[in-house]
């Protein structure tokens, strides 16, 4: 059984940039429902489709498949609720972990959110001087709320302290 355990921020500043090389993703949701989100992505030149379940806490189950790339695109083209999530990622290596930082574009241009995955919710981790406000629970943040309600329609600007 997968299991995903991630804390997310908002980010501050500019000092996490040059820190990692960007890839860009498009993805889109074939299930966004709260019990179970089913997504398909593009990062680059390799394609997965995921499986999600209800976060508990920090933590839910994931599932994660490679699937053929052109598979994807018709996915993305034909089934995926719109808009999609267009963002690039830069993965940081600090410590004992590997931040990914998401600056996202399309409907959700300005956004930017760092991640991090955990062994254990209780792991202690050091938060960069560019992470700002948790928003590890707050759906809004969730990609699959971002579909139906893109940053760009919020009406104002997010404090990232």
């Known amino acids: 059984m997968g299991k995903e355990i991630e804390r997310r921020f908002l980010v501050k500043g500019d000092g996490w940039r040059g820190l990692g090389q960007g890839v860009e993703y498009q993805q889109g949701f074939l299930s966004t429902v709260k ?9 680059g030149e390799k394609a997965t489709l995921t499986i999600k379940g209800i976060s508990e806490g920090y933590s839910r189950l994931e599932f994660e498949y490679e ?5 994807a695109r018709i996915l ?3 089934l995926c609720e719109r808009p999609w999530i267009e963002k690039i990622r830069y993965r940081i290596p600090l410590g004992e972990v590997v931040w990914e930082v998401d600056e996202f574009h399309g409907d959700n241009q300005g956004l930017i959110m760092a991640e991090v995955e955990l062994t254990d919710e209780n792991q202690q981790v050091e938060l960069p001087s560019w992470v ?7 759906a809004r943040y969730f990609n699959a709320s971002l579909v139906h309600t893109p940053y760009s329609l919020w009406g104002h600007t997010e404090p990232v302290d």
Do not use: Y
Request: net charge positive; glycine share 4%; no cysteine.
């Open 67 to 71: 699937i053929p790339k052109a598979d």
């Open 76 to 78: 993305l083209n034909s």
């Open 132 to 138: 700002g406000r948790e928003v590890s629970t707050d």
């Open 35 to 43: 019990e179970r989100v089913v997504r398909v992505r593009i990062a």
